[in-house]
């Protein structure tokens, strides 16, 4: 299967109130749209193609070279995005991933599973989707009896019995290329703003007789977009469960993981411990058997193995050798 990565990021996320593009906006020391570039370069030896709007400027210069750019001038939804990149897929693509760069928490293991899905079925699309008790304004997916996809139905549009099902459309969703590009082009704007929507698609394959099979995850927190300020403190609190977790099951002692604040670029040697407060920022990089003490703040620190750091130090741009001993002065 030859897949391509679309991410949408043309948005200009009004509810951040911010002069800063919402997807330069930092997560765990990092831009948030970084998160969904690097989670495509994990999918795809093909760089992400990423489909900028608001802040493009800005958001190329954060990116570099770590992905395609296309621009989406007027902003008219996001089957109108998907569209403009299409001439910047390389030939031979069979397969198109379309996700959103303000869902820094989906896992690889998550679009791996979507990915093989929907290689296994005939079907012109596999989407993902959430069951969840709070809905968060995503549509309802609607299904048969049998259990097969029928549609997607907005929460503003949804009949009372419509605004119960549990079952949310996650706006992840994998095609069939030369589909796609056809069916894009059938999509009407909706009558209340004049914009294409991707849902869509899934209404005219359905139409078409083709199946649309849907892949479920029940964990909320992965699906979670980031809309405001509120949402990105929630981002944050769970990116640094999940950093913290899998350091202490490789071996780290955290005195107080609720508050050990380590970056995604960070690596750390087991038998270290990290006091109540730590701040590993960048790219540091702890050696084995290490002792930080509280709130001490390292970024871009090279520790060596057996070191100690003392409560309060704050080290920037630094390598210290094995054996090292700081304290704050």
Same mark, same amino acid.
């Given at each position: 299967m030859d897949l391509a990565v679309i991410v949408l990021a043309a948005g200009r996320g009004t509810r951040m109130r911010s002069a800063l593009p919402k997807v330069l906006h930092p997560l765990g020391g990092r831009p948030l749209v970084f998160y969904s570039v690097d989670l495509a370069r994990q999918l795809s030896p093909e760089p992400a193609v990423l489909v900028v709007g608001h802040g493009a400027e800005a958001v190329r210069e954060a990116l570099a070279d770590r992905c395609r750019f296309v621009e989406q001038v007027e902003q008219l939804g996001t089957a109108h995005a998907v569209m403009q990149a299409e001439p910047a897929l390389a030939e031979g693509v069979d397969t198109v991933l379309v996700c959103a760069a303000d869902m820094p928490l989906l896992t690889v293991d998550t679009m791996r599973r979507l990915v093989t899905a929907h290689g296994d079925h005939d079907g012109p699309v596999t989407m993902l989707t959430v069951v969840a008790d709070d809905p968060r304004g995503f549509g309802r997916l609607v299904r048969d009896d049998a259990g097969d996809v029928l549609g997607i139905v907005e929460e503003a549009e949804a009949t @009372?019995?419509?605004? +119960?099902?549990?079952?949310?459309?996650?706006?992840?969703?994998?095609?069939?290329? +030369?589909?796609?590009? %056809?069916?894009?082009?059938r999509i009407q704007p909706s009558a209340a703003k004049g914009e294409y929507y991707l849902t869509d698609t899934i209404g005219l394959a359905v139409a078409d007789g083709r199946r649309v099979v849907a892949i479920t995850t029940t964990d909320e927190e992965e699906v979670m977009g980031i809309n405001t300020r509120v949402h990105l403190a929630e981002a944050e609190a769970?990116? %640094? %469960?999940?950093?913290?977790?899998?350091?202490?099951?490789?071996?780290?002692?955290?005195?107080?993981?609720?508050?050990?604040? !380590?970056?995604?670029?960070?690596?750390?040697?087991?038998?270290?411990?990290?006091?109540?407060?730590?701040?590993?920022?960048?790219?540091? +990089?702890?050696?084995?058997?290490?002792?930080?003490? +509280?709130?001490?703040?390292?970024?871009?620190? @090279?520790?060596? @193995?057996?070191? %100690?750091?003392?409560?309060? !130090?704050?080290?920037?741009?630094?390598?210290?050798p094995a054996g090292a001993v700081m304290v704050r002065a």
């Open positions: @009372a019995e419509q605004q +119960a099902i549990r079952e949310l459309n996650a706006g992840v969703y994998c095609f069939d290329a +030369a589909w796609l590009w %056809r069916a894009l082009q769970i990116l %640094r %469960r999940r950093i913290n977790q899998r350091w202490m099951l490789e071996g780290v002692t955290m005195v107080d993981p609720e508050h050990t604040y !380590v970056h995604p670029g960070v690596t750390i040697g087991r038998d270290s411990v990290l006091g109540p407060g730590v701040c590993l920022w960048g790219e540091t +990089a702890i050696g084995e058997g290490c002792v930080l003490g +509280a709130h001490a703040v390292l970024d871009n620190v @090279a520790v060596g @193995a057996h070191s %100690r750091i003392g409560a309060g !130090v704050v080290l920037t741009d630094q390598v210290l």
